[in-house]
């Protein structure tokens, strides 16, 4: 069957018919690419079969599809509680990106918080689904491991919401460049920005001796950061420490430190600045954080209340019979750091020591004693 002949006055009219331009002056055949343009100004080069079926700019077409599910716009301008928490989040776990005239606004969480990424979700009034992922990982930190994990995630277009982002500190590509702005540091709403960005990186975890502790890690200027924040606020004084970093150099990992807190004291300081008048978390963050509010210790099956009302006899006591204050602590029903600032409380650490049969540490307490 013999093709029909084609000319480039035809390909002027389908143009024409759409506000565009067809840039070429003539036609060879049907293969050869003619050039375009928009009513927005954009140009490309597209076969004549392209242009007859039907197919039109793909930057335009890509934007009306990004606009396919809407999203409160204005979200990230309004200073709140929400919009600081939810833009620390995406500090952390979130991302920006831009392709032609396309803002895309997206983040990812571990499938077990899902729920969390629904909450976050309905706050931003978004109309896009999330979307369920698997992949393989091969390698962690160098270390060959073959592990599949599942990540749930949220995407959506906005010119405005990728704009305002970027005043939280939300860049493309900023893997080694996270930082909090000076204006965001600044801002009263602080401690809800720090507590969406520890939701994302950070961790607190209970040891066996019921102590909680705090860890966050990412670049040194925001740890840095982080870390006068607290100091600020009275609440540490703590040192920035480092991962080692000897098996990952040629890795991304070896531009991240780690950030580390440790004691239900200054947890708890932590846990009353973050937690102040929050409204949205990641509970199972915040339930571990409480304990060091709560002084709640893990039982052989529920959780129990420490025991606040142990007597200075009743400790020493104990210490003559157990020899142990682990013994002690476990006898009592709290924690050994609590038995030693009660002893502490009561000025009986010489007794104390003399009765545990501890020599090191009753050496130590003498001397410091006497320097004094």
Not at 170 to 196: A, W
Not at 202 to 210: K, L
Not at 307 to 321: M, P, Q, T
Request: aromatic share 12%; net charge positive.
């Amino acid at each position: 069957m013999e093709k029909k002949t084609h000319t480039i006055e035809e390909f002027c009219k389908i143009a024409n018919d759409k506000n565009g331009k067809c840039l070429s002056l003539e036609y060879v055949n049907y293969s050869t690419k003619l050039e375009f343009e928009c009513c927005d100004g954009h140009r490309w080069f597209a076969t004549p079969g392209h242009i007859i079926s039907g197919t039109w700019c793909e930057k335009c077409a890509r934007k009306l599809r990004a606009r396919k599910y809407t999203v409160d716009d204005d979200f990230f301008s309004r200073d709140n509680e929400l919009s600081f928490y939810i833009a620390g989040f995406w500090l952390s776990d979130g991302w920006i990106t831009k392709k032609d005239e396309c803002y895309g606004v997206g983040i990812s969480l571990a499938n077990k918080d899902i729920d969390h990424l629904e909450k976050i979700k309905k706050t931003l009034k978004c109309t896009s689904p999330i979307k369920i992922r698997k992949r393989f990982r091969d390698y962690i930190f160098d270390v060959k491991v073959g592990k599949e994990l599942t990540n749930c995630n949220l995407r959506f277009f906005s010119e405005k919401c990728f704009k305002d982002l970027e005043r939280f500190g939300v860049i493309q590509n900023k893997t080694y460049y996270t930082k909090i702005p000076d204006e965001i540091v600044k801002s009263k709403y602080i401690n809800h920005f720090l507590r969406g960005v520890i939701d994302g990186d950070g961790s607190f975890c209970e040891d066996r001796d019921h102590l909680i502790h705090f860890e966050i890690k990412g670049t040194k200027e925001l740890l840095e950061t982080i870390n006068q924040i607290f100091l600020d606020n009275n609440i540490c004084n703590p040192k920035i420490k480092k991962r080692p970093m000897e098996a990952r150099k040629g890795t991304k990992f070896a531009a991240f430190d780690s950030l580390q807190y440790a004691g239900n004291g200054i947890v708890s300081r932590m846990y009353d600045f973050l937690y102040k008048d929050a409204t949205i978390f990641l509970e199972r963050k915040e339930e571990i954080a409480k304990r060091s509010k709560l002084k709640i210790v893990k039982g052989p099956f529920v959780p129990r209340i420490i025991n606040c009302s142990i007597a200075k006899d009743d400790i020493l006591l104990k210490a003559k019979e157990l020899k142990s204050g682990n013994k002690i602590a476990e006898f009592f029903k709290c924690s050994p750091a609590y038995i030693s600032k009660l002893v502490k409380n009561y000025d009986i650490r010489e007794e104390y020591y003399k009765l545990l049969d501890d020599k090191k540490t009753l050496t130590i307490y003498l001397k410091k004693q006497q320097s004094q």
